[in-house]
């Protein structure tokens, strides 16, 4: 699909800091209503080329959607001095931690608010990976959703990921969410258990939210990005329907 001529690079505040998006909108017709929106949190890599074509894509689809970089403060990228992998995505989850994070996609929001050519009134949150947990753990705290999809997103994230030296565990509180949550994970992933996957549904039910949790049989870890090795064509063609649905419902 090419680059619609309205998707761009935006700026806004959150707290005392400037933080950058990447936003596309859909294309109007003349006197239509204002576009629903989402906020779109990325997976530890930041937002990369992948990210923003479905920021567009999303657009394509008639939604506003701004992907917030996480990562603005130091650069857009996530942090580079490291020497292992798993050294890699622990400084990468910490520089995203929940206690700044979350306000991130909160300004995000009240960016699109400020408009006056979108309806922020109706927002959906997604999330992929570090930004899935997010984006549970953004609806439990907040009324401002109408839905939010996480792609697997940790259900718990080991102690080395977390500013607290211990486990942060979206499981305990996963029975808070305010809104709607369609989850999606891969049933050969290899970073999240599937135990994790069950008590994590369990606990979501508990809401008494309307709650879908997916298991794709055969994939792994980040299968909707086709630019990874695990991408999986049949599992991310049947996520992005189901979200589309899901949203479209819900927005």
């Not at 977390?162 to 994970?185: E, K, L, N, W, Y």
């Amino acid at each position: 699909m090419p680059t619609p001529p309205d998707a761009a690079w935006v700026t806004f505040p959150s707290g005392r800091d400037e933080i950058r998006g990447y936003l596309a909108l859909p294309v109007r017709t003349p006197g239509g209503a204002p576009p629903p929106v989402v906020i779109m949190a990325h997976e530890n890599l930041g937002v990369t080329a992948h990210r923003e074509r479905v920021t567009e894509l999303f657009a394509a689809e008639g939604f506003a959607c701004l992907t917030v970089d996480l990562y603005s403060r130091i650069g857009g990228r996530p942090p580079q001095d490291y020497t292992t992998p798993e050294e890699r995505r622990a400084k990468a989850f910490f520089a995203a931690r929940d206690e700044q994070a979350i306000p991130d996609l909160d300004a995000g929001l009240d960016y699109l608010a400020r408009r006056g050519d979108l309806d922020a009134s109706r927002a959906a949150a997604v999330g992929f990976c570090l930004g899935g947990g997010l984006v549970l753990a953004w609806a439990t705290g907040t009324d401002r959703l109408a839905c939010a999809v996480p792609l697997y997103g940790l259900p718990e994230l080991p102690p080395a990921y977390s500013p607290t030296g211990r486990i942060r565990s979206r499981i305990d509180i996963a029975a808070t969410v305010r809104c709607p949550v369609q989850a999606h994970f891969g049933g050969a992933d290899e970073v999240i258990p599937l135990d994790q996957v069950g008590r994590l549904e369990e606990a979501l039910k508990l809401s008494e939210q309307p709650i879908e949790v997916h298991l794709y049989q055969g994939a792994g870890h980040a299968y909707h990005d086709d630019t990874h090795p695990n991408h999986h064509p049949q599992a991310a063609r049947l996520t992005w329907e189901r979200t589309l649905e899901f949203l479209r419902a819900h927005l």
